[in-house]
């Protein structure tokens, strides 16, 4: 099999699976390791393939329950670093949440809408380096660091935990 057509059965095998796959099960799966999965689901990413990876393994975005719970929780960063704005990222997802944006309020600019939709660490962790690569000032800035998170979660016990997470990093508004 090449590896288009790898590509195109794991694709399949998300498509038709009824819970998350592990890259352990799909590689075994398409006999090829682990590391070939991460490349391959980086390939259909980029090609505009929506493809998320969970704590229990990958599954199309489509798949994510319509129905979660939706909050927007105000924050106030502290430092108004890229380490802190990674740390508050990572909460969310780390706790089984999605964040869907942020905003801003500015008395100039009005009001600025960020979409991030990001699912883990690995997406925080792209989202992160993009803006280390564009050198520019962290958005956050502009408010002095006060902005409002848009966050997902399946149930409430995780955006409990989540509220938790973010409480103890002190930065709740």
Do not use: W
């Amino acid at each position: 099999m090449d590896n288009q057509m790898r590509r195109e059965k794991l694709y399949e095998m998300l498509e038709n699976a009824e819970a998350p796959l592990t890259g352990v099960a799909l590689s075994k799966a398409l006999n090829v390791t682990r590391q070939i999965i991460v490349g391959d689901v980086a390939l259909l990413r980029s090609s505009g393939k929506k493809i998320i990876s969970t704590a229990r393994g990958y599954q199309l975005a489509g798949e994510v329950p319509e129905k979660g719970f939706h909050q927007e929780i105000h924050c106030q960063s502290r430092n108004m670093d890229a380490a802190e704005l990674e740390a508050e990222l990572n909460v969310v997802v780390d706790n089984g949440g999605i964040v869907r944006g942020l905003t801003l309020t500015h008395d100039v600019y009005g009001v600025i809408r960020v979409p991030m939709d990001l699912y883990s660490r690995r997406d925080v962790r792209q989202y992160m380096d993009r803006l280390k690569e564009e050198k520019g000032p962290l958005i956050v800035t502009i408010t002095q660091g006060r902005h409002v998170l848009q966050v997902e979660t399946r149930n409430d016990e995780d955006m409990e935990a989540l509220g938790e997470g973010l409480k103890e990093l002190g930065i709740l508004a």
